[in-house]
């Protein structure tokens, strides 16, 4: 510090005694030496200084140093070090980093470092200024320049891209900088890549194709692969960029055989067990896994997934996957991440289905991967995340696999084989479902359910498995003892939730299950109660729908082979004790659910904790494609149990054809209610743009009085001079005025930038006004009366604010008559247009 003191002194020369100079004043004189100085070494001073000042006093540098800095790059590109100066200067000004030197500052906001990226990038040709410094080979320069590029897209990441893309041959010159000898060059350019890569295809699609993944390849083989360093990591983070969400660099990625180069990486070392795991290499084979899973994951275009499939099968890469499950000394997350890429990687593929049936656990004696997994997932004592990623690949495992579904089956059927260990696959289930632990209920209950999905044979079959009972008393069926559970009070309602969905599914389409569910005692009791019930809980309400769900099912898919349980009866029993319109408001609650709506999104299963599994994708894809049916089903009787409207099984696809009509119906009035928006908000952003203007023409007009007495002052100077030598200095006079109008100018931009943020937030409480008083106006329509009461309310509210206008001009004309010479500095505050007395909540809710 006191050689970045001296150093300072020195440049500025000697300040009186007893007078120690401000920072915003150090850095003016600086600026200034930069902006007058003809020697190139004093500039080069001067930017050196504002470099070390960068760090503790980034506000003052940024708002009087930048345009300076940007003529040293503009003019004195010749000399490495202070374009190295300049480009590190800029850097700390703009970066999000908060710097030690800076903690104990309390003038610096958080964002301090995204406003001056705005107010550097408002400028376009500054980045491409920047830009040209990469093909500079100096170390400084470049890695400076490299650095600065990052820190700007951190800030502005879709702007930037968008700079970068019109740059002459912007994301060539980065690629290239990727075979830089110097590996903190190339280390730096991946760290860019990654943030330049995010969330744009069009970029990423240009990256891949400058040869991108030959090269990261070939940087992960010279770092050591999964047991490289963080570099290696990096390498990853940005292929998984590049593949995710982009169908074309998938074919590209796939196409070009580099599915074969990942499949060796996945290869344990013969002594990993004996070494260990470290933190990075954990981390290394994390973003591997999610590699793979970027090529196969469900929401990729299914033609891509296939063909991955199948290349991950030859490849053995699959085969790699299986034998670190069965691997022992394993991270937990390591081995969670590694279950989701199996189960993605078999899914809906009969050859990758049955190579995973066939990978054999190495116990004694040995047991089916499968099992294996099954047995993790009924153990409490397992990580929550864990068990989720075993029920994920035991459903995709199934996943349009009807032998698998069929074996899983055939173990609990009276005549299966006394293959020990295909039995144990089905006695686990049963285990889980009838264990005390209530996850284990719900992953069983749903396992269960995913073996019968789109098999109606297998559910006949289901329905022959006979359970023992305790005393020697007759078997029951399984469908019978979990009709029983649902309705006992000790089983806990994530049981019950996991019993209703395997219930529901089983029923669909399958007349002889709501046969055997309605001559199982007590069940249309418990159901009618649970619907007759007033419950103030949201899971409780989610439970009487899903219970109404499967009462509508016993009417649709019932074949009225039953006297007393025919549908008329259910429907005139639902008319009589629930009501119609309340059993289908109960039948909603469950679309109402947020855990409806978690579930709907995607197949894997995700919770952070155990509370939030309730819901799973399959079910909630059945009860979409039957709810509308089943209302109207319901609604369609009379008081008497007679069917009004003619509605059979082959009646459900108009149903869900009207089921789509209102879906479309309600997003034409959701694309009305946003195009009436965007006409408001455009009209909105012309006045506000119109404003914006005029706060501009202001700060031309300020800054151009601002230069008229500078002048004045440096004749007024030169006219009190003594001696003719003094006096021929006018030039230089009137370049500390230009230094100063610009340091001028340089302000009332950032003034600008500052009103800028406050007319977008200004219209952001704009939009968020008007939503409200469009509900507002909504619920006041209901009559006229209510209307008339907001008209007056209106009326005495623009009263009160004519009166409290008329007040502060009164104010403001006493206040400007006692300060007749007090001239305003500041630009003008813009008023928000909302800034009128708000309507009170009390008249809105009527």
């Not at 040709?125 to 400076?144: I, P, Q, W």
């Not at 030959?214 to 963080?230: A, H, K, Y």
């Not at 390591?334 to 899914?347: D, G, P, Y």
């Amino acid at each position: 510090m006191e050689f970045l003191k001296s150093g300072i002194k020195t440049v500025l020369g000697g300040t009186e005694p007893g007078q120690q100079p401000s920072a915003a004043e150090t850095v003016e004189k600086l600026v200034d030496r930069v902006y007058s100085s003809t020697l190139l070494e004093d500039r080069r001073d001067a930017c050196r200084a504002l470099k070390a000042l960068s760090r503790k006093y980034r506000i003052e540098v940024g708002a009087q140093g930048m345009p300076p800095l940007v003529q040293v790059l503009q003019n004195d590109g010749q000399d490495a070090e202070i374009i190295s100066y300049a480009l590190d200067t800029l850097c700390n000004v703009v970066t999000s980093e908060e710097f030690d030197e800076e903690a104990d500052n309390p003038t610096v906001s958080v964002n301090v470092g995204e406003q001056f990226t705005e107010m550097f990038i408002k400028t376009p040709e500054n980045v491409t200024l920047v830009m040209g410094y990469l093909d500079e080979y100096d170390f400084r320069v470049r890695r400076a320049a490299i650095q600065l590029i990052t820190s700007l897209i951190s800030n502005k990441t879709r702007e930037l891209q968008d700079l970068v893309l019109v740059s002459p041959m912007g994301v060539s010159k980065l690629m290239d900088l990727l075979t830089d000898s110097r590996e903190v060059i190339r280390n730096d350019v991946l760290l860019l890549l990654i943030e330049l890569t995010k969330g744009n295809s069009n970029i990423q699609k240009i990256v891949a194709f400058e040869n991108a993944f030959d090269r990261l390849f070939e940087i992960v083989r010279e770092e050591g692969c999964s047991d490289g360093g963080i570099v290696v990591e990096d390498c990853l983070i940005l292929l998984l960029n590049l593949l995710k969400n982009n169908s074309s660099n998938q074919q590209f990625f796939k196409e070009g055989s580099y599915i074969q180069r990942l499949a060796p990486m996945f290869e344990l070392a013969q002594d990993t067990e004996e070494l260990g795991w470290s933190p990075q290499k954990v981390s290394n084979f994390h973003c591997l896994l999610q590699v793979v899973r970027a090529l196969v994951t469900p929401s990729n275009q299914q033609v891509v997934v296939s063909a991955c499939q199948r290349v991950m099968q030859k490849s053995r890469l699959l085969h790699a996957l299986c034998e670190i499950l069965m691997s022992s000394g394993v991270p937990a997350d390591i081995l969670t991440e590694t279950i989701n890429a199996v189960a993605e990687v078999v899914r809906g593929d009969r050859d990758n289905q049955d190579e995973l049936g066939r990978v054999m656990a190495p116990s004694s004696p040995p047991r089916p991967a499968i099992v294996v997994l099954l047995m993790s997932m009924i153990n409490e004592k397992q990580l929550l995340a864990l068990r989720c990623a075993v029920l994920y690949c035991f459903e995709c495992f199934l996943y349009r696999n009807a032998d698998g579904q069929r074996a899983v089956v055939q173990t609990l059927l009276p005549s299966s084989t006394s293959d020990v260990s295909a039995l144990s696959t089905g006695q686990l289930l049963c285990t889980g479902l009838f264990s005390t632990d209530a996850l284990a209920n719900w992953f069983s209950a749903v396992a269960l359910m995913h073996t019968l999905v789109e098999n109606v044979a297998l559910k006949e079959e289901l329905l022959r498995v006979l359970l023992a009972t305790p005393g020697g008393q007759r078997p029951i069926t399984l469908l019978e003892q979990c009709s029983n559970l649902m309705q006992q009070e000790r089983y806990r309602l994530q049981s019950k939730v996991g019993l209703l969905m395997l219930l529901s599914l089983w029923l669909a389409h399958c007349p002889g299950a709501v046969k055997a569910l309605l001559e199982t005692q007590g069940t249309m009791a418990y159901l009618t109660a649970q619907l007759c019930s007033n419950e103030h809980d949201e899971r409780e309400f989610l439970v009487q729908g899903m219970c109404a769900f499967l009462m509508g099912l016993c009417i649709q898919f019932n074949d009225n082979s039953l006297p007393g349980q025919k549908r008329e009866d259910i429907s005139q029993l639902i008319i009589k004790r629930i009501g119609q319109e309340s059993f289908c408001s109960k039948l909603a609650e469950v679309s109402r659910h947020e855990a409806y709506s978690r579930a709907c999104k995607q197949a894997q299963i995700r919770a952070k904790s155990a509370g939030e599994l309730l819901l799973d994708y399959e079910y909630c894809k059945l009860y979409k494609g039957l709810e509308a049916l089943i209302a109207k089903l319901v609604s369609g009787f009379d008081v008497d149990g007679i069917e009004l409207t003619e509605l059979t099984l082959s009646s459900e696809a108009s149903a869900l054809v009207s089921q789509y009509k209102g879906i479309i119906r309600g997003m034409d009035a959701q694309i009305q209610t946003l195009q009436q928006s965007s006409k408001e908000l455009e009209n909105e952003n012309a006045k506000l743009k119109e404003k914006l203007d005029e706060e501009q023409t202001l700060k031309a007009q300020l800054s151009d009085q601002n230069t008229l007495l500078k002048a004045q002052l440096g004749a007024t100077s030169q006219v009190n001079v003594q001696g003719q030598g003094q006096a021929v200095e006018t030039p230089a006079a009137s370049e500390e005025e230009l230094n100063a109008a610009r340091y001028q100018a340089n302000m009332y931009f950032a003034e600008n930038i500052r009103l800028t943020k406050e007319l977008e937030t200004l219209r952001q409480q704009l939009s968020t006004e008007r939503q409200r008083a469009d509900a507002a106006q909504e619920s006041l329509a209901a009559t006229q009366k209510d209307q008339e009461d907001l008209l007056e309310l209106l009326a005495d509210q623009e009263a009160k604010l004519t009166r409290f206008e008329e007040a502060t001009t009164t104010i403001s004309t006493t206040t400007t008559a006692a300060n007749p010479n007090q001239v305003s500095s500041e630009a003008p505050v813009v008023s928000s247009p909302l800034d009128e007395s708000p309507i009170p909540s009390g008249t809105a809710s009527r």
